[in-house]
C-alpha cells in the first residue's frame, strides 16, 4: 500500500510538476485482477479499486492499519464504475451496476468483491476513514441519491451532483461521498472553486474517453498549480488547496470527503477574480 505524506501549502508553492504528481496523484489503482489502495495522512483516508475479471477478490487488512481486519476501526464507501457485480459482506452479497454505491460500517470482517462476467468486470472505487461508531450497510441506487443541480451551460458548468453518503443520505460516521455527472456541453467541475478547511477531499476521474485528458486544478487561491489526468485517476486535495477541474471531453467523477463534520454545504467559496 503506497503511503502519502502530508503536504505543507508553503512548501508546495516550489514544487515541480513531478513533485505534485507523487505527492497528490494516484495513478495505478485499476488493475486488473488485483485491489491497490493508498494510504494517505490527509483526515487518515484510504483510496482505492479493486478489479476482479477472472475470480473474486478479499479485502485483507494491511501493516500500516495494525488491525486484524479492514474494517476494525474504518468505514468504507464504494462505487462501481464499469459492469455488473456483487460484493459480499459478512455473508450477505449485494449486487452493484453502475454508480450504484454500498457503504459498509465499522466492524465487518469479511468483504469480497466479484464480477458478474468476465468479458465485462466490475471496477470498484473505495474510499475508507477511521470510525469511532458503526453504521449499517446500506446499497443505494442512483435514482435514490439526493440530487443537486448547479452551475450553468452560460459558464461550461452546468452538472448534477448526487450525494449518496452524507446527513440526509446513507448514515456514516465521518464519510462523505457522491458522483458529479455533466450536462452535454459542460465540462468545468467545482468552479467557482471553494475550499473547506475542516476536511480533505478526495477526486477519482472516470467516464473520460480514450487519449483525452483531465486537467485538474489545485493550490491556494493565490497560488494555483495544474496537472494532467488520465483516465480512471485519483487527486487528492488537502484541506488548504482548492479542487477544481476541466476536460478535453465529458467525463464523471467520485469526490469523498473526511474530516471534523459532515455538512456537505461546510465550504469556504473563492470568487473566480480572486483566483491566480
Given at each position: 500500500m503506497k503511503i502519502i505524506h502530508q503536504v505543507h501549502p508553503e512548501d508546495f508553492v516550489s514544487y515541480t510538476t513531478q513533485q505534485i504528481r507523487d505527492r497528490f496523484l494516484l495513478e495505478s489503482l485499476v488493475v486488473a485482477d488485483k485491489i491497490e489502495c493508498a494510504y494517505t495522512h490527509y483526515d487518515r483516508m484510504i483510496v482505492g479499486a479493486a478489479y476482479p475479471v477472472k475470480g473474486s477478490l478479499k479485502l485483507g487488512t494491511y501493516d500500516q492499519l495494525k488491525s486484524e481486519n479492514f474494517l476494525d476501526r474504518r468505514e468504507i464507501g464504494?462505487?462501481?464504475?464499469?459492469?455488473?457485480?456483487?460484493?459480499?459482506?459478512?455473508?450477505?452479497?449485494?449486487?452493484?451496476?453502475?454508480?450504484?454505491?454500498?457503504?459498509?460500517?465499522?466492524?465487518k470482517k469479511d468483504i469480497l468483491f466479484e464480477s458478474a462476467a468476465a468479458d465485462a468486470p466490475a471496477k470498484f472505487i473505495f474510499f475508507s476513514c477511521p470510525a469511532h461508531k458503526e453504521c449499517p450497510t446500506r446499497l443505494m441506487k442512483p435514482a435514490e441519491a439526493l440530487p443537486?443541480?448547479?452551475?450553468?451551460?452560460?459558464?461550461?458548468?452546468?452538472?448534477?451532483?448526487?450525494?449518496?453518503?452524507?446527513?440526509?443520505?446513507?448514515e456514516s460516521c465521518q464519510l462523505v461521498l457522491g458522483v458529479t455527472t455533466f450536462k452535454k456541453g459542460s465540462i468545468w467541475n467545482t468552479m467557482p472553486a471553494h475550499l473547506h478547511d475542516r476536511r480533505m477531499e478526495s477526486y477519482f476521474y472516470f467516464d473520460l474517453?480514450?487519449?483525452?485528458?483531465?486537467?485538474?486544478f489545485m493550490g491556494q487561491p493565490h497560488e494555483t498549480r495544474h496537472i494532467f489526468l488520465n483516465n480512471e485517476q485519483a487527486i487528492l486535495s488537502p484541506s488548504w488547496s482548492i479542487h477544481s477541474g476541466?476536460?478535453?471531453?465529458?467525463?464523471?467523477?467520485?469526490?469523498a470527503m473526511a474530516g471534523e463534520n459532515?455538512?456537505?454545504?461546510?465550504?469556504?467559496?473563492?470568487?473566480?477574480?480572486?483566483?491566480?
Open positions: 464504494i462505487i462501481n464504475i464499469a459492469g455488473n457485480g456483487r460484493i459480499t459482506v459478512d455473508g450477505e452479497a449485494y449486487d452493484l451496476e453502475k454508480q450504484d454505491c454500498l457503504y459498509i460500517g465499522k466492524g443537486a443541480e448547479l452551475g450553468s451551460l452560460d459558464n461550461n458548468n452546468h452538472r448534477t451532483i448526487n450525494k449518496y453518503i452524507h446527513m440526509d443520505g446513507i474517453p480514450e487519449g483525452q485528458r483531465i486537467i485538474h476541466t476536460a478535453t471531453a465529458s467525463y464523471s467523477f467520485i469526490w459532515m455538512a456537505f454545504t461546510d465550504m469556504d467559496p473563492v470568487n473566480v477574480q480572486e483566483l491566480q
